[in-house]
Every structure is written in structure tokens, then in C-alpha cells.
């Protein structure tokens, strides 16, 4: 039998193989991360008919190189294009990851794990980052809970969308600051109300809350700086409704017993009002408002002020009532504790002044029937007279703010110089409150056309200390590094985890397992368990975008060419050999 139509059969099936390596390239020519195989050839054997001789000096005769007919041909190897980067395809879904380098992802099915280029992720119902053609878990670092920092040790599923990572906890507040422009020339800081400023905080649980502070201009001090009073007035909820507490909320910051001198009139509305005696009466029916004596006890205001008396023929009415209305005839509607907090100085024949008493106090001294000449008449007994009086200040629960008068800048507070802080004490509401550290140390009295720009921020001049509500989660994103980071609707983020991978040193010797999957081999080098980060070896990860196969159309078109002529010539090589053996067949003719 002719050796040549085994060595035609061989290369037939060479071919046939070939081709199937082509075939098998071209249909995942669109799978994604696919890496193109080729295949070399081997001649298969030779028949030695004589072997080679070596020159004979004695003869003179030269060697002989040796016979050889070959046999056939076989399959060297199938190679695999594992390291040739494939072109990137946006798909704009966040979980759709390219590595841009050799590394690979390491996935697992629950039992083992291997290791893929296809980065088409998803999360499935029990949060997990999984690929969406088999549902193999995405491996792996978690986040150690005592650093926020990843822990490098055995690679695990990354389960990012737990219940503990769809919200990220409240913090409360514990710092802010003050900053802009107090402009001694706005109206509203030299106003009854004064420049009323607003800071937002949280709690710790999340509830956010409005603290309103009051500037209010005082005279200038005895070295000529400019002076201002600060005071908390209320604390607000959410839903506009005041924070109580046993006490005055002017209490939470800075001092009671704080001195404003500022020399003002006090404006008693002699056109609707009148005074006869102890008894504020209306003016047009002369009915009675409230009688002083029935607010004061023992020369203190009744307590409490929700204790009844009569207001307005009202006997339902409350002490707070009457204090109230009494306020409000000297302009100080809604400023009522204010308005007690005036004082007057008293004065000796001289001039000179030796005392100071508030209005709290004339009013206890008018309702106990004391009567000091030195003082101006607060209610002038049955006479329908203008009562109106100066005041040189008030008393009042809070700190003194201060600044140069000639550069506008911001001298210290309550007469300090070094001092730029002050304490929030909300810690004082019980509960979920916590205290908060205000700077003041940006605030400057600059002129701005009598508008002040003066506000107030959580959070120190670094921004920290902001405190939060609670936040949802709103998105998701990858980082170049793998690392996955959560943002929430409260404007922090989250590491949940990074996103291990394996590296190889024959990335070519990794065994395919179908599904875009790869195992690992003797010839491959094993897997750690631990993985690597993806920028150690330069590479990255880019999101939004999904490895292209690698396969190469026109080298594939060619080399089916090749291989078609191949497998056609082996075929003759079978064809005529038989007609050879038909030749030697008919001898027998």
C-alpha cells in the first residue's frame, strides 16, 4: 500500500482540524472578552530507508546523508490569543467592566473558582454582583468594619446592595461656623428683632432641626470697638414647631447675666393705650386690658406664667397673657422677655449713676406699691399721659460679639481676644442631641450698603462635623481600581468592597471551561486565593464598557483560504495515488 495516501488521509484530518479552530473563531467572532485559538503543525513521522554515513578517508569516498520518507502530518498545538486585548464596546451600564491588561476576574459558583474576562455583571436579588450569563458570584475583598479600609485575605462573593448598605446611618451635628458680612448700617441689627440668622443641624438620628440667633447692635465699648449682643431665641423642628425644654432655650449658649448697653426709647402707644394706676386700659372703650398686681407675687412674676388671670375680660387668660399685652403697648410684640429685660439706670442728685433696675422689676415695684422717684414712671397712676422712657440696655442670656471699628474685622468674643468659639449646649435637651462648637472667626462688619450677608453652616471651616439624615442609597460606581463606592441622597459614599483579580504566567496555559470561563492548570501556575489588585500591574478597570473578542476577520478569512487549498491538494494527493494503485492493478490484464 502507498505510504502517500496515509500521508494524504493525515493531512486531511490536520486540515479538518484547522479548520474547526477557524470555524470555532470566526462564530465568536461577537462573544464577549473572546480570545481567537490558532494551530501549528508537525510533520508526524519519517521512515528511515538508509541511514546517514560519514566520509571514509580510506577509501576516499564522502558520506551519505540518510533516506527519509515522511509520513504524514500532525497537530503541534492550538494556541490561545489569551494576552491580545480585545476593543472596548460602551454599553453604559455600570456593571458592565473591561479590563484594560492581563488580569482576569475571578468568579465562583459556589464551590470553585474561575476566572473570566467577560465582565457582563449584574446584581441579583440577594445583592450580589454576579455574571449575567450564569449567575457565577464576582469574587472579591470585603471591607474590615474597624478601618472602613479593604482587607486583602481570601477572596468572597461581593454582596453590595445588602440591607446594611441601602442606607448609611445619621450623625449629628457637632460643628459649624459663621461667616459674611454684619453690616453695622442694616436696619435689622439695630431693629427690636435684630439680624436674625439661621442654623441647620441634625440630631443623631437624623431629624434636622433650624436654631435662630439674634444680632443686635449695642452702643460702642469703652475702648470704641463695635459691639453686638448674640443670643439663641428658639429651636425649631422640621415641621416649624419649637423645641421646650424646663427653662429658657436661651440658656443653651453662652451666659445669662450678659449686659447690652445700648441707650434707647422705650415707646409707650399712647394713642391706643392708657395707664390708671396698676391697670393697662385701652384707650377707645376704656375697657380694661390687665392689672399689674394680678401678674406679680411677692415681687416676682406668678409661676408658673401659665397660671389664669384676667387679659381682656378674659379670666382664662394666662399670666403670659397680661405680661404679653403689656409688651406689645410698648412695641415689643412677640420680644416680651426682651422687653422685661430693659433697664434703666438710677441716678443720684448728681447725675451720677448707682444702680440699674429692669422693667421686670418697676413692673414688681408697681405692683407692690414701691415707688423710687429716681426712676422714670412706668405707669403714671389716673393720668392719660405719654409714659414713655429711655433705657440704657438690657439683660440678656448669650455672648457679646466684638469687632474693630476702624478695619471691620473680627475681634474675639464677650471681650476675649483669643477667643473665636462658642459652644452650642444642646447636649442640655437630653435625648438624641449632641453639642455643637460654633467658629465665629469669619464674620467680618465690613460695609455692604447696609445689607448684611452674615449666615451660618454646619460644619467647621474644613467642612467637617456636618453631621447627616439618613441617606438611600442612589447609585453605585467602579473605580479604576476595582473599589466599588455607594452614594447615598445624604451626599456620603461608601466602599463596599473591590473587585479582586488573578494574574498568571502563562496566562496561556489556563484550561477553557466554557461560558467565557478559564480554570487554572499545572502549566498556568495556580491561583492564591487571595488575587491581586489590578493596578499593581499597571492595568485598570473601566466601567460602562465590555471587552470585544479578539478575533481578527481577516487573518481568519486567509487562513481559511490556506487551509482550503490545503485540505484540496491532500485530497488529490489521495485521488492520484489511487490511480496509481489502479495502474498497478491492471497489470494483472
Known amino acids: 500500500m502507498m505510504r502517500s495516501l496515509f500521508s494524504g488521509v493525515a493531512g486531511l484530518k490536520t486540515h479538518q482540524t484547522k479548520m474547526d479552530v477557524i470555524g470555532n473563531n470566526i462564530a465568536n467572532v461577537n462573544t464577549v472578552a473572546f480570545k481567537s485559538s490558532s494551530i501549528t503543525f508537525n510533520d508526524l513521522m519519517s521512515q528511515t530507508t538508509q541511514k546517514a554515513s560519514g566520509p571514509n578517508a580510506a577509501t576516499g569516498t564522502g558520506g551519505v546523508n540518510a533516506r527519509q520518507i515522511g509520513l504524514g502530518v500532525k497537530s503541534a498545538a492550538i494556541n490561545i490569543n489569551i494576552t491580545g486585548q480585545g476593543s472596548a464596546q460602551s454599553t453604559g451600564n455600570p456593571f458592565d467592566i473591561m479590563i484594560n491588561g492581563e488580569n482576569f476576574f475571578v468568579v465562583s459558583d459556589g464551590s470553585q473558582n474561575f476566572f473570566t474576562r467577560d465582565g457582563s455583571f449584574y446584581v441579583d436579588a440577594a445583592g450580589n454582583l454576579a455574571m449575567t450569563s450564569n449567575g457565577y458570584n464576582v469574587m472579591g475583598w470585603q471591607v474590615d468594619p474597624a478601618t472602613m479600609d479593604i482587607r486583602k485575605d481570601t477572596v468572597s462573593a461581593l454582596r453590595i446592595m445588602s440591607a446594611a448598605n441601602m442606607t448609611y446611618p445619621p450623625e449629628a451635628t457637632s460643628q459649624a461656623n459663621m461667616s459674611g458680612i454684619l453690616d453695622k448700617t442694616d436696619k435689622d441689627s439695630t431693629s427690636a428683632n435684630g439680624k436674625v440668622v439661621n442654623l441647620n443641624f441634625f440630631d443623631a438620628l437624623g431629624y434636622e432641626y433650624t436654631a435662630k440667633f439674634t444680632f443686635k447692635k449695642s452702643d460702642k465699648t469703652a475702648e470704641g470697638e463695635d459691639s453686638y449682643s448674640l443670643e439663641l431665641t428658639k429651636i425649631l423642628d422640621a415641621n416649624g414647631e419649637e423645641v421646650s425644654m424646663e427653662g429658657d432655650i436661651s440658656s443653651l449658649f453662652g451666659d445669662d447675666g450678659r449686659v447690652q448697653a445700648k441707650a434707647q426709647k422705650i415707646t409707650f402707644d399712647s394713642t391706643n393705650y392708657k395707664w390708671n394706676g396698676t391697670t393697662l386700659k385701652k384707650k377707645g372703650d376704656n375697657s380694661d386690658i390687665v392689672d399689674i398686681k394680678e401678674l406679680f407675687d411677692g415681687g416676682a412674676i406668678k ?103 476702624d478695619n471691620g474685622e473680627f475681634l474675639g468674643i464677650n471681650g476675649q481676644s483669643t477667643v473665636s468659639n462658642q459652644t452650642l449646649n444642646l447636649s442640655q435637651l437630653g435625648g438624641n442631641f449632641s453639642d455643637i462648637n460654633i467658629d465665629f472667626s469669619q464674620i467680618t462688619e465690613y460695609y455692604n450698603m447696609g445689607t448684611s450677608t452674615i449666615g451660618a453652616d454646619k460644619g467647621d471651616l474644613d467642612g467637617l462635623g456636618t453631621g447627616r439624615k439618613l441617606g438611600d442609597m442612589i447609585g453605585v460606581s467602579v473605580q479604576q481600581n476595582g473599589m466599588i463606592y455607594a452614594s447615598y441622597d445624604n451626599g456620603m459614599t461608601k466602599l463596599l468592597g473591590q473587585i479582586a483579580t488573578a494574574s498568571f504566567a502563562n496566562a496561556s496555559g489556563l484550561e477553557k471551561q466554557g461560558d467565557n470561563l478559564y480554570s487554572a492548570t499545572l502549566n498556568s501556575g495556580e491561583f492564591d486565593g487571595i488575587g491581586v489588585d489590578i493596578t499593581a500591574g499597571g492595568g485598570y478597570m473601566s466601567t460602562g464598557q465590555l471587552e470585544m473578542s479578539n478575533v481578527d476577520l481577516s487573518t481568519e478569512f486567509t487562513e481559511m483560504i490556506t487551509t482550503q487549498r490545503g485540505f484540496q491538494a491532500n485530497s488529490r494527493i489521495i485521488t492520484v495515488s489511487d490511480t496509481l494503485l489502479e495502474e498497478l492493478t491492471n497489470l494483472k490484464r
Not at 389664669?308 to 379670666?315: D, Q
Request: aromatic residues 8%.
Open 303 to 405: 409661676k408658673p406664667r401659665t397660671t389664669n388671670v384676667t387679659v381682656n375680660g378674659s379670666a382664662t387668660a394666662t399670666v403670659q397673657d397680661g405680661l404679653d399685652a403689656i409688651a406689645k403697648a410698648y412695641g415689643f410684640e412677640g420680644s416680651t422677655d426682651e422687653f422685661l429685660n430693659m433697664f434703666c439706670d438710677v441716678t443720684d442728685a448728681d447725675g451720677k449713676v448707682t444702680d440699674t433696675i429692669t422693667i421686670e422689676e418697676m413692673m414688681a415695684n408697681l405692683a407692690g406699691g414701691v415707688a423710687d422717684n429716681a426712676l422714670p414712671t412706668f405707669a403714671d397712676a389716673g393720668a392719660d399721659a405719654d409714659t414713655s422712657f429711655m433705657s440704657s440696655g438690657r439683660n440678656f442670656t448669650g455672648v457679646t460679639v466684638t469687632f474693630n471699628s
